[in-house]
């Protein structure tokens, strides 16, 4: 389709739809509404539900329930509000259903602001509820990048009964940038069959259960070494990043989202001045792009976030202990300007071991 | 040989976790042979909470998601929105799933006019963890955690579910029966079909709240059960019929299309 130009928040719920999504859940909660909003003027036209639940926490269970009869079913949400449906996502990887579920991150803790933010890294990529699991995540950085990576998210959850997610800011999705979407919509009647979902047995096969309840600790043990067997499967298939020159860099800057693109200007702006730059770009945050990160030899690397520093953890693991990482983050819903990051790169350009505040 | 008894299809053939005395076998079989004789096993789903009723998806005879604690509503809504309206999709739940944890998804499931059945267990105390108080404990009920006797004072007063949803506007049909002696449990039975019937018909939310049993946790016998439950129970949850608009249903048009519901 020829390019238009589109709020990153409804670029998200017409990818969805375009996708195949059919059912959307929701709660209003800024700054995401838009999704909702958008959703509830086109899903009705598309032949789906959307739905406004009471709760977030019965929004993520309405979706339970939709992805448990086969529906391709998705809900979104900002910070406050995915920690309500946490809950839920754990029963949801515990049973296997396979949905998307969206945050547009806004400053915390508590009810926090409503700028963007990058602070729930840790909660999407390590903690999204009790016990053994993983979601997909990935972390668009341009409103086509969301259109991109929708269907995809949705096909591989499908694939490998395994939620997705999407960690995005209030900046990307209140952005509006040109958008081509894809010129065959996915026919929803059309997707591949889901043979284990609860539809009625229609008197021919024995009953579908979805249930996450195993009392026996072995039969328990094996289903989540069975779920982690698949995990790696997905760690095979899915590792996406961007590698901005990065050939001949002696200062990497490793960020995802919306401080991957004012990241991406300070290289630009630091080769300028003869300082060797790249940026590394993980899309995908679990499964983390650790291999080709420890790939690059820089003299330094300088993770960049608009948290106190939480993805800085994984790129310490990746580049493990080989050369120093750095941090250089705002938080609070306050974005690092490219000058800020630039007088961070000048300074480690002289002395790679950053000795002096990381922040 | 002439059969003159069998058991329902509309359960499995697992044999069950419940106590002696325990009414929940009752409601099983009255569920499954209310869907049995309706002819809808095989387009059922059911949603099993969170309580003593939790392998309810090992018993029951059709498709089953088991929730988390309180949010069968949602997870119902879920599925009957995905299914549409030829699905026949049911909740079971106790009294601290649906009249506690489960207050909201229980409310706005019922005032949107989600047509789904909900069948509720009342009896009165948390039976799966072990007997604390439940928000239908009676006041003067010793549990676990009202050793001294539930008091008003302090632990405030129970929930009369029937009552308060028989309020809103999406509910079709609320109906509070009886597990306590034999015509109870066939006025019980009729609650349910009518409880489904309602929902086939796409007239909006239904509820049957079954007063029941739990002599483990109540320290007495099962007949001593029975007995507080008809003289106590009845006391503060009247039996009865508390909403009924299952002629016109709750909405005021019905299409022709299945996904409206």
Request: one cysteine or more; hydrophobic letters at 40%; aromatic letters at 8%.
């Amino acid at each position: 389709m020829e390019p238009i130009l589109m709020k990153g928040n409804e670029v998200l719920a017409q990818a969805a739809i375009f996708a195949g999504c059919r059912q959307y859940f929701g709660y209003p909660i800024t700054p995401q509404t838009e999704i909702a909003a958008y959703m509830s003027r086109q899903m009705p036209k598309a032949g789906g539900v959307y739905l406004q639940a009471e709760s977030e926490v019965a929004a993520i269970n309405m979706v339970l329930g939709a992805g448990a009869a086969g529906g391709r079913a998705m809900t979104s949400t900002s910070s406050p509000g995915l920690s309500l449906m946490t809950e839920g996502i754990s029963y949801i990887a515990g049973m296997d259903i396979p949905c998307l579920i969206v945050n547009v991150q806004r400053g915390g803790p508590g009810l926090g602001g409503i700028q963007p933010s990058q602070a729930d890294y840790w909660q999407a990529t390590r903690a999204l509820g009790h016990g053994d699991f993983h979601v997909m995540v990935f972390a668009p950085s341009s409103v086509q990048e969301i259109a991109d990576l929708v269907p995809r998210a949705f096909d591989l959850a499908d694939q490998y009964r395994v939620p997705a997610m999407f960690l995005m800011d209030g900046s990307l999705g209140q952005m509006m940038e040109p958008v081509a979407f894809p010129d065959k919509p996915a026919d929803p009647g059309a997707l591949p069959e889901k043979p284990w979902a609860a539809v009625g047995n229609g008197g021919k096969r024995p009953n579908n259960i979805l249930n996450s309840l195993m009392l026996k600790a072995p039969v328990l043990e094996a289903s989540v070494l069975e779920r982690f067997d698949r995990y790696e499967a997905i760690k095979q298939e899915l590792c996406e990043y961007e590698a901005y020159r990065t050939g001949d860099a002696q200062i990497v800057l490793v960020a995802y989202g919306t401080t991957a693109r004012i990241a991406k200007s300070v290289v630009d702006e630091a080769r300028k001045e003869g300082i060797k730059a790249g940026l590394f770009r993980p899309v995908t945050l679990w499964p983390y792009p650790y291999e080709p990160l420890s790939r690059l030899s820089a003299r330094c690397f300088l993770a960049v976030e608009m948290s106190m520093g939480q993805m800085v953890e994984d790129v310490r693991l990746a580049v493990n202990g080989r050369a120093p990482v750095h941090f250089y983050g705002r938080t609070g819903g306050m974005i690092p300007r490219p000058n800020e990051v630039l007088e961070r790169v000048r300074a480690l350009a002289k002395d790679p071991s950053g000795k002096g505040a990381d922040r | 040989m002439n059969t003159i008894f069998k058991k329902t299809a509309g359960l499995t053939d697992v044999q069950t976790h419940y106590c002696p005395g325990c009414t929940h076998g009752i409601v099983h079989r009255l569920v499954g042979e209310v869907l049995e004789e309706l002819g809808v096993l095989d387009r059922t789903v059911g949603i099993a909470s969170v309580g003593c009723s939790v392998m309810a998806y090992e018993y029951f005879n059709c498709d089953m998601v088991q929730a988390p604690h309180g949010r069968a509503p949602a997870v119902a809504t879920g599925v009957k929105r995905t299914l549409g309206r030829d699905s026949v999709v049911f909740t079971y739940q106790g009294d601290g799933d649906l009249a506690a944890i489960g207050t909201a998804e229980t409310v706005h499931a019922a005032t949107r006019g989600e047509n789904i059945t909900v069948i509720f267990i009342n009896n009165a105390i948390y039976g799966m963890t072990g007997g604390q108080m439940a928000p239908t404990t009676l006041p003067g009920q010793v549990t676990q955690t009202t050793p001294n006797a539930r008091n008003v004072l302090t632990d405030g007063f129970p929930i009369r579910v029937m009552e308060m949803l028989a309020t809103l506007d999406g509910v079709a049909y609320a109906e509070r029966v009886s597990s306590g002696d034999i015509p109870d449990i066939q006025k019980a039975k009729r609650a349910i079909k009518k409880a489904f019937t309602c929902q086939m018909e796409g007239k909006g939310f239904s509820i049957v709240e079954v007063l029941s049993t739990c002599p483990t946790n109540w320290g007495i016998s099962p007949s001593e059960s029975m007995e507080w439950l008809q003289t106590h129970m009845t006391r503060q949850y009247p039996l009865g019929v508390f909403k009924d608009v299952t002629e016109t249903g709750v909405f005021p048009v019905l299409t022709d299309n299945p996904m409206d519901l």
